[in-house]
């Protein structure tokens, strides 16, 4: 992954990070967030630890072996991680958080459908929630799997949120869109019914967000 201003990819990381729970997105120790390393491993945040106290020798590196090195263990939702990026070669990233609204939807175990055009950004025609495992399980990532198929986030029932880039940067992004999102359904569902766009309007807007 090529650098940004001269960053190490350890420092993009803890700086994402820290930018998250900055923007309300996320809220103390919470959330986690891993990089592809090479073909068989990845970097990955520390578990319990503050963002704010994070220094680049406190990120661990994780093989698909589930085998790790570092100062620090790596995050309790390692599972998720290392198997999104050992079955998804189209990311490089996985962001998790527990952000305000899409952790609400969550909690109620709703998928958000097209109610707007922006539900493409994840990558279809509407945004699934992996259902409920226990934090840190290989059932979570199962799920989380599953949900995220031809997709680049969901909810994760009871839980939280998963989002994936191709840097941190992008990651946090998408997170930031997908909050929003989430955000203005639980409006919507509180004035009435939304209005869900037809998978043949989704198929066509899903074209235009390609190129």
Not at 114 to 129: E, K, P, T
Not at 161 to 170: D, F, H, R
Request: glycine share 8%; net charge neutral.
């Amino acid at each position: 992954m090529s650098q940004q201003s001269g960053k190490t990819i350890r420092a993009r990381m803890i700086e994402a990070c820290r930018e998250m729970n900055r923007l309300g997105l996320n809220h103390g120790a919470s959330g986690n967030l891993s990089v592809r390393l090479g073909s068989d491993s990845c970097l990955i945040t520390p578990s319990g630890m503050s963002y704010d106290a994070l220094t680049e020798d406190d990120i661990a590196t994780l093989s698909w072996t589930g085998s790790w090195r570092g100062a620090h263990r790596p995050s309790t939702e390692w599972r998720f991680h290392r198997d999104i990026l050992r079955e998804r070669s189209d990311v490089d990233v996985v962001l998790h958080a527990h952000s305000r609204h899409a952790t609400a939807i969550a909690c109620l175990g709703l998928e958000i459908p097209a109610f707007h055009y922006m539900v493409a950004m994840a990558g279809g025609d509407s945004i699934r929630c992996a259902p409920y495992a226990r934090f840190g399980s290989q059932a979570l990532s199962d799920n989380a799997l599953k949900a995220l198929g031809g997709r680049r986030a969901c909810p994760l029932a009871n839980h939280g949120v998963i989002v994936l880039g191709s840097t941190p940067e992008s990651a946090l992004a998408l997170l930031q869109e997908i909050e929003s999102l989430a955000a203005m359904y639980v409006i919507a569902r509180q004035l009435g019914a939304p209005v869900v766009l037809d998978a043949g309007e989704m198929s066509e807007v899903l074209k235009l967000f390609a190129s």
